[in-house]
């Protein structure tokens, strides 16, 4: 016998299934998640298992799946699978005997030999197995098979009757002589519906009833589909949930899981919650299931970080969280005078539809906030980003919202602040400056503390000022100053000072200026600047006109600026009258100009020159002089004013000075380029350049020439002029620059060339623009030659850079190369003398391609399957190195094979494309396309037009006999001719076809024709055949053929019409054979109704082993002829199985329901109405009987009994026989119904009331019938806890009890459909008190307290509260409210006392509550203790300053869980200190403050404690009298303030001892804790050196902290006197009689000091050092000569 399975059996078919065991819970099913471990019952229970599951010897479950047995993640324990018995499966055995006649005869004989034929088998000869039934049918007349079933209750047999079976020799000793030995024995095992095959190990198998969420099907249990349930076991399908409701998972179990959904959508930055566990987009929920959406952190939906919807009530369902930032980002917004910019951002896939600033009214709803709302618009086209921009925002405290689909969408806890800033110049006017003055300008911006950055950045008349500028700043404002020393006119401008104000990551929030204006007086030119020449002395030559001009920079009405002169001999300088002036100059208003003209100078013109500016007639600024000399008239001029050269040509450039006889000496030329930086360049001889000069004695003059041999480069072009040194005393130098002819001052070499023009490459018929670019002058007859022919070309000049372009639009032409000459000529108006002359040459080389093909008459096409080659030749230019890249397409797809690239060379390149055998996809435009990357050309192409003609494939039409017609459709593509014929003809009839025949009319190439066949017959093939013809010459032909192919079922036959359940039967369809030559497909299928039992190309037959009842019914078959659907044969036939269902019936005993007993009769039609029979006697309609016999049921082929008995008694139990003739054969069949009577009998507890951990046991006692299935409820719920005794008896049974067993229970049991359960309650009381606030309470005292008791079980009353034994009501500040009164549903008692802190300060104890039963005398206790939580801080209220501050936060010890600190000071801010419990600090002036430690005991209350510190400190100490030199005895007197917690005490020390000779006075001051002190003590003599440090530090009384100090140094000398030695000078220019410790000598009078260099006073005597500190005598001062002489 088999007493249990291990956990390692595993499900034979159903992986995702095992044998598990009935549930036993150790804690209440509510309580149980969903991932709840389940173990078997067979292993030991691990350590925190919750769930295991054991059944009784020979039961097992099959377990569904979890997720289809919770509900909002907890487990139903109703939906657990309960334990089913195994049954020990049948054993199959198929033995079939060929060639013996199908018989009934034959078949009764081999079914009587069964039993012999296993009579050796073991099992059958002790028990232990059994022959169950045995079936026999026939296979088409020759074979019989019969079917023995084996029923086995241990597992031990099931291999011995598959080894005896499978062993041939057992059987043929059995074999009889009639018949031969069956050449077909096998053995399998099966299961009844509903129920699955299992291994459970060793190749043992058992059978287990299918559990609920699933179905069995060929010994398999399967989940049901979602959407499906199965709410009984042993289910052989599953129910379909009524649309909309579906389920939630697969495997449900009850028609309650059917329930309506949604679908949830994808989530924005957040994701789906049900019950905290996540959801994925997909995912559904059910109807009314409340569901969150939770944002990813730093997203918010509607201001909080989730937001809660319920499916199918909540109709705006959220789907995004969203991010509102701003810009600028920072907590503070600064702004200027006008208000502020913020930027309002989101990033949302749907826009909203505007933006909201909300100003807060300091409440914390929004709601009522000041608001301003504005559109919203798309930061990028094509994004998400949307903003919205507020200008004008003022001084206030701002959120960012936007608005989405209606919904406001925020930040919490981001408003930001708004503050005004402002930006002030010092000075605020404009201020005016002399040159070399100083002057200093400040910017200074005044803001918030919160201000992150502050940036003030400099401009200068527009243009970024960075010199001499210094930032300081504190807490109020930021300060930036332009500072200028000594001041130049170039300081003189307008100033702006720009404030940018940034936040934390450096971003710009806001700006303002301030604007200076600094006006500086200054001379902007002196007459120096007016004269020629470079040296100190200004030579004018005389009898020429000058002009002498100064120019100043000043802004007011009393400054001027004056001209003086001074002339030769004279000893003082006179104003001069300006000529002209003053007037104002360039751009700025500010400068102005006076000049002096001298019309013919002459010799007293001479002297000197200079600038001064006056301010009310004052001289403020003199100007430098210049000296200035009139000579005799030279002068110095070129002789041409523009000379032209080409680049490689001589070019000439002269020069004439004027050479007076008084110049003896011959004067030195030099020639010089003019530059546009002012550095002119010296021309020196080298290069081919050659300076020279020659005197011409008649004229007075001397010519110089400057000379290129070669111009090199248009670089030489420019002005040039020259310059003379006359070399007599004084030596003057004159240029060409000062001649009174202005054409005469410089000549400009001017440069003609070209510039070279780049080879191009151009493929044929490219239109491209040559163009050549001429340096040197305007060209009108510039133009471009060809073949010495002049072209029609375009100049254009440009008169800035003196170039001439000419351009020429070129188409090119079918050469292979092709120069063309750009030319042109000056003009005579610029060039003077020859006018010459540039050319350059333009080459263009051009490339092409030509195409052919292989077959040269391609006019109407190519015809289908030849072979065409296109050949592609094109040029390669001559100067390139690598061929053209060619690529070939067609149409605009590459084409990639075919292609032979060997001919590919430099001159000429041919590729070949080859088309192996035309179809019409080759038909198109073919190009090839050369590229040559080399020069950058590309798109060479030649193309060739390819029309590939033909016909396309005709199909064989399939045609149903009896069809009306069929229509042949033929055409045929690329066809180029224009006239053209199509005839049909038939293969039996040559005969052209005229009727039916209609033109088909087809687009492009494509011409066709269809025929019409009408009511086809017989088989045939036909023929469309096209003649073309151009012009009356025929050009071509083409022709298709197809043919008609006529099918259908010739008949669809059963071998055994009417079968026995058990027959074999074969179904055949037989169709028309296809004929020769023609390749058709045929698919066969039969169906049985809807159910498709085989399809097949090959075979077309349907074989039935053995038929069972389920064969019944009305077959189809189907044949489809080749691939379309629509040439489908169909033929039907009605299959009858005979064989008699029925199921057992039941009544209530108590006789309130009626029997119904049920027989179903499977095949052909009955001839006459169905018996029932009771124990041999026929039961007749009548009285409580009534009998029906249904028509027979066409479509099932069934036909229904029944027998209805009213007012069922316990007498008509019995076993009914129905009996049924069918009409053909008189075959007579018969079926057993057994009815029996059925009852709840009790339900009953052994205790009805216990107390927690009592025992007892709960019993419901029913008829036991295999059909029977009880449930118990408690409270209404499923209750799976009880267990199953016996046939008969369900118990549940508690051997210690808690209060969850509270409750009303009903035990229910169905016996079946036809009648309402019969069930029984009673209720069940465990009496305990619940402390439902628990047994320990931490509270902080902050808010009323609530302790509450519950008292389970039956009815009590009289509730008490006591307070540490003592009844409440004497406790003033606690206070016991009304009891909640027991009801029978709720079935306790609660009571509530609550404590006001605020009242009793004491409010920890322990509080009592009480209560008695009604029933009996039995009272309860429940005890709860308070905790009071505290906080406090403890260390020092005094501190010294510098020294380490240490503060403990004490809390209520033994807290169980997380306690947090936070430390912050009053006047420090909220900024935390530390979030430990110790704080540490090193003190300054400003912790005398409160400090406050914040205490948060698990997130739940929050106690604050605050300590007061002051900080005591020395806070000055300064020396008063002499502090530079004190003398040894002077009296010194130190002063200074302290801070102290109370009347101080001071002492002294110097050098670290105490000094005890003093008395401080200290005098408190008239700020409270600030006190101030004297101290008078003497000078003393230092230990070393000359410095003494005193020390001032105090105590109080009481306080204990470190005593506050505070140290000073003093210098203390001895005193010497100097000796009175006249000679002797003290260099630091103290008295003699000062005190001193060291000071430098030097000797007066012209005297030198000998025998050292300085002297030191030591202990009142003076002694003498050298420079390195050696004893010296005392030193003497002696004259110069004396050192000589010696």
């Known amino acids: 016998m088999i007493t249990h399975y291990h956990s390692s059996m595993l499900l034979r078919v159903s992986a995702f299934l095992f044998i598990s065991f009935q549930a036993v819970y150790t804690q209440p099913a509510a309580e149980y998640p969903c991932d709840t471990t389940i173990r078997n019952g067979f292993t030991e229970r691990g350590e925190g298992d919750i769930v295991y599951f054991k059944c009784n010897t020979n039961h097992a479950i099959i377990n569904g799946p979890k997720s289809a047995q919770c509900i909002n993640n907890v487990l139903d324990v109703d939906k657990l699978p309960s334990c089913q018995e195994f049954q020990s499966p049948k054993t199959r055995a198929h033995l079939t005997y060929e060639d013996v006649e199908c018989s009934d005869e034959n078949r009764n004989i081999l079914k009587d030999s069964i039993p012999e034929l296993f009579a050796e088998m073991k099992c059958l000869l002790s028990g232990e197995c059994k022959i169950a039934d045995i079936a026999h049918g026939c296979i088409h007349g020759t074979k019989i098979q019969l079917e023995v079933f084996f029923d086995y209750p241990s597992s031990d047999t099931q291999y011995e009757i598959k080894d005896y079976i499978d062993n041939k020799r057992y059987l043929s000793r059995r074999k009889r002589n009639t018949f031969p030995t069956p050449d077909q024995n096998n053995a399998n095992t099966v299961c009844n519906p509903g129920q699955g095959l299992f291994d459970v190990g060793n190749g043992l198998f058992v059978c287990i009833s299918c559990a609920l969420g699933q179905y069995g099907e060929n010994n398999e249990c399967k989940l049901c589909a979602q959407g499906t349930y199965s709410d009984a076991e042993a289910s052989t399908s599953c129910t379909a949930c009524t649309p909309p409701a579906t389920t939630l998972t697969e495997g449900s179990v009850a028609a309650s899981d059917c329930v309506e959904v949604c679908t949830l959508a994808a989530v924005e930055k957040g994701t789906y919650q049900v019950n905290s566990v996540n959801k994925a987009a997909g995912d559904i929920v059910a109807k009314d299931t409340v569901f969150s959406l939770i944002c990813d952190s730093g997203y918010y939906v509607g201001g909080g970080q989730s937001h809660v919807m319920t499916c199918g009530v909540t109709t705006n ?40 600033l909300a100003k807060s009214d300091g409440n914390n709803d929004m709601t009522n906030w000041d608001r301003t709302t504005t559109s919203a618009s798309s930061t990028a086209s094509g994004t998400n980003d949307h903003s919205a921009e507020f200008t004008g925002v003022t001084a206030g405290t701002y959120t960012c919202i936007a608005v989405i689909n209606g919904a406001e969408q925020y930040v919490p806890n981001t408003a930001f602040t708004t503050v005004e800033l402002s930006v002030s110049a010092d000075p605020s006017a404009a201020v005016t400056k002399y040159v070399g003055e100083s002057a200093t300008l400040t910017a200074q911006a005044t803001y918030h503390s919160g201000v992150a950055n502050t940036v003030i950045t400099w401009q200068k008349d527009g243009n970024v000022y960075s010199t001499d500028i210094s930032s300081s700043s504190d807490s109020s404002f930021f300060k930036s100053e332009a500072s200028f020393a000594t001041l130049a006119l170039a300081n003189r401008g307008a100033y702006t000072a720009t404030a940018s104000f940034k936040d934390q990551t450096n971003n710009e929030q806001a700006s303002g200026n301030a604007a200076f204006t600094l006006n500086v007086v200054g001379l902007l030119t002196n007459p120096v600047d007016s004269f020629s020449g470079n040296l100190n002395i200004k030579y004018v030559v005389e009898a020429t006109a000058q002009t002498i001009k100064c120019k100043a920079g000043y802004s007011s009405t009393s400054v001027g600026v004056k001209m003086q002169h001074k002339a030769p001999g004279a000893s003082s300088f006179t104003d001069l009258t300006p000529t002209t002036g003053p007037t104002q100059t360039g751009t700025d208003n500010n400068e102005w100009e006076i000049s002096y003209v001298i019309a013919s100078a002459a010799t007293a013109n001479g002297g000197n020159y200079r600038c001064i500016i006056e301010e009310n007639q004052v001289t403020k600024i003199t100007g430098p002089e210049v000296e200035v000399s009139v000579v005799e008239g030279l002068n110095v001029e070129m002789n041409a004013e523009t000379v032209c050269g080409v680049v490689g040509s001589a070019a000439v450039i002269t020069c004439t000075a004027a050479y007076p006889d008084s110049q003896t000496n011959e004067p030195y030329m030099k020639f010089y380029k003019v530059n546009a930086n002012g550095d002119d360049t010296l021309i020196s001889d080298a290069n081919g350049i050659v300076t020279s000069g020659s005197k011409d004695v008649a004229n007075k003059k001397w010519v110089a020439t400057l000379s290129f041999s070669s111009v090199p480069d248009s670089a030489t072009g420019g002005d040039y002029y020259c310059e003379v040194n006359y070399p007599n005393d004084p030596l003057i130098v004159v240029n060409s620059l000062s001649a009174t002819d202005a054409t005469k001052q410089k000549t400009n070499l001017n440069i003609f060339y070209a510039d070279p023009i780049a080879k191009q490459y151009k493929k044929v018929g490219e239109q491209f623009t040559l163009s050549a670019v001429f340096h040197g002058g305007n060209y009108q007859t510039a133009t471009f030659r060809y073949a010495g022919n002049d072209l029609l070309a375009t100049p254009s000049y440009n008169s800035q850079t003196k170039q001439t372009t000419v351009t020429l639009s070129v188409t090119a032409a079918l050469d292979s190369i092709r120069s063309y000459d750009a030319y042109f000529q000056a003009s005579a108006s610029e060039c003077p003398g020859t006018q010459p002359e540039v050319t350059t040459v333009a080459v263009v080389e051009i490339m092409n391609v030509n195409m052919t093909a292989s077959n040269p008459d391609t006019t109407y096409g190519v015809d289908t399957g030849e072979t065409l080659t296109l050949t592609c030749q094109f040029s390669n230019p001559s100067s390139l190195t690598s061929a053209g890249t060619v690529s070939w397409t067609k149409g605009t797809t590459a084409v990639s094979s075919g292609i032979d690239s060997t001919g590919v060379t430099l001159s000429p390149g041919i590729s070949k494309l080859t088309i192996a055998s035309t179809s019409s996809t080759d038909t198109g435009v073919y190009t090839c396309n050369v590229d040559y990357s080399s020069v950058s050309v590309t798109g060479v192409s030649g193309t060739y037009s390819v029309t590939v003609r033909g016909a396309t ?67 045939d093939e036909y023929t469309c055949a096209l003649v073309a013809s151009e012009s009356g010459q025929q050009k071509f032909t083409l022709q298709d053929t197809a043919r008609i192919i006529m099918m259908q079922i010739t008949s669809f036959t059963s071998s055994e019409a009417t079968a026995a359940v058990g027959d074999a039967i074969t179904l055949t369809c037989e169709s028309s054979a296809v004929p020769q030559g023609i390749s058709l497909e045929k698919t066969t299928k039969i169906k049985l109704g809807s159910v498709e039992k085989m399809s097949s190309t090959t075979a077309n037959t349907y074989t039935i082993s053995s038929a069972l009842s389920t064969d019944n019914g009305v077959y189809t078959c189907e044949v489809q002829f080749g691939s379309d659907a629509a040439n489908t044969d169909t033929e039907t036939l009605n299959q009858y199985v005979r064989h008699v269902a029925n199921t057992n019936a039941f009544a209530l005993s108590d006789g309130s329901s009626s029997a119904v007993l049920t027989c179903v009769f499977y095949g052909d039609a ?13 039961v007749t309609a009548g009285g409580r009987f009534s009998l029906n016999t249904d028509s027979h049921d066409t479509a099932t082929l069934t036909t229904t009994a029944t027998l209805t008995i009213s007012s069922y008694i316990t007498s008509d139990n019995g076993i009914y026989t129905c009996a049924g003739t069918y009409s053909t054969g008189g075959v007579t069949l018969s079926g057993e119904v057994t009815l029996s009577g059925v009852g709840l009998d009790s339900f009953s507890s052994t205790s009805p009331t216990v107390n927690k951990d009592g025992t007892f046991t709960l019993s419901c006692v029913y008829t036991h019938t295999d059909t029977a299935v009880v449930t118990w409820t408690k409270n209404g719920n499923a209750f799976t806890d009880m267990t199953e005794q016996s046939n008969g008896v369900h118990t549940f049974e508690r051997t210690a009890a808690v209060i969850e067993d509270n409750g009303a229970y009903v035990c229910q049991v169905n016996y079946g459909t036809d009648f309402e359960l019969v069930s029984s309650s009673l209720t069940q009381y465990v009496r305990e008190v619940e402390l439902v606030t628990g047994a320990t309470v931490y509270h902080a005292g902050t808010a009323t307290l609530s302790l509450t008791c519950k008292f389970w079980g039956d009815e009590s009353t009289t509730a008490t509260w006591k307070k540490d034994n003592t009844d409440v009501g004497t406790v003033f500040g606690v206070t016991a409210g009304s009891p909640v009164t027991w009801t029978s549903s709720s079935m306790f008692m609660e009571t509530t006392v609550a404590i006001d802190p605020t009242v009793i300060s004491s409010f920890g104890g322990v509080y009592q509550c009480g209560a008695v039963y009604t029933t009996g005398t039995e009272s309860k206790t429940g005890s709860i203790t308070v905790v009071a939580l505290t906080a406090s801080i403890t260390g020092r209220a005094v501190e010294t300053l510098g020294e380490t501050l240490s503060l403990t936060c004490v809390t209520t010890t033994g807290y169980p869980d997380t306690i947090t600190y936070s430390w912050t000071r009053t006047n420090g801010g909220a900024t935390a200190l530390g979030t430990e419990r110790e704080l540490s600090l090193t003190t300054t002036d400003a912790m005398t403050d409160t400090f406050t430690c914040t205490v948060t005991y698990n997130s739940q209350h929050t106690l604050t404690a605050t300590h007061a510190v002051f900080i005591q400190s020395v806070v000055s100490l300064t020396q008063h009298g002499i502090t530079t030199y004190n003398e040894v005895g002077e009296t010194i007197t130190l002063t200074g303030s302290i801070k102290a917690n109370g009347a101080p005490t001071v002492q002294l020390q110097k050098d670290g001892a105490p000094v005890s000779s003093v008395s401080p006075s200290v005098t408190a001051t008239s700020n409270a804790n600030e006190y101030t002190f004297q101290i008078t003590t003497v000078a003393a003599k230092p230990t070393t050196g000359n410095a003494v440090t005193y020390t001032v530090s105090f105590t109080v009384v009481g306080v204990d902290a470190n005593a506050p100090s505070k140290d000073i140094t003093v210098n203390v000398y001895d005193k010497c006197t100097l000796p009175s030695n006249p000679d002797i000078t003290v260099l630091d220019g103290n008295s003699k009689d000062h005190l001193w410790s060291q000071t430098g000598l030097t000797c007066s009078g012209g005297k030198s000091l000998i025998f050292g260099t300085k002297v030191t006073c030591e202990d009142g005597t003076l002694v003498y050092k050298t420079a390195s500190d050696v004893a010296s005598v005392e030193p003497k001062c002696v004259e110069v000569s004396t050192l000589s002489s010696s």
């Open 953 to 1019: 494939d005709m199909q064989d039409n399939v045609v149903l006999t009896g069809a009306a017609n069929t229509v042949f459709s033929c055409s045929f593509f690329g066809i180029l001719t224009t006239s053209n014929v199509i005839t049909w003809t038939k293969s039996s009839d040559s005969t052209p076809i005229t009727s039916g025949v209609t033109p088909v009319a087809l687009s492009g190439e494509t011409i066709g024709s269809t025929l019409t066949i009408t009511s086809p017959s017989t088989n």
């Open 317 to 356: 369902v959220l789907t995004s969280c969203y991010q509102v930032t701003r810009e600028p980002s920072g907590s503070n917004v600064y702004y200027t005078a006008g208000g502020g910019t913020v930027t309002c951002k989101v990033t949302s896939a749907t826009a909203p539809t505007s933006f909201i």
């Open 1166 to 1178: 009955l001839s006459s109405g169905v018996t029932w029979t009771l124990a041999s006697t026929a």
